[in-house]
């Protein structure tokens, strides 16, 4: 799938939230990252999600598939 690893958190994104919490959550409610990746694919996931609503089910059970992997094992 494309979409997941281009919406995932990367290194870079705990850095920021561990050093600076406040001015990243303020980047990302404020969509100030409009040219990233992580951005156009979420705009993309949006565009997908109105056309076609099985979509944000389908990803919806991804991450809780995903959350259920990472609860039975946090390492």
């Known amino acids: 799938m494309i979409i997941v690893p281009n919406i995932s958190i990367t290194s870079e994104d705990v850095d920021l939230f561990e050093d600076e919490p406040d001015a990243y959550i303020k980047l990302d409610l404020e969509e100030s990252d409009l040219e990233t990746r992580r951005r156009q694919c979420m705009k993309f996931v949006q565009a997908l999600?109105?056309?076609?609503?099985?979509?944000a089910q389908l990803l919806q059970d991804l991450s809780n598939t995903l959350n259920t992997e990472?609860?039975?094992?946090?390492?």
Not at 49 to 55: D, K
């Open 49 to 55: 999600s109105r056309r076609y609503p099985e979509v």
């Open 70 to 75: 990472y609860l039975a094992n946090k390492t």
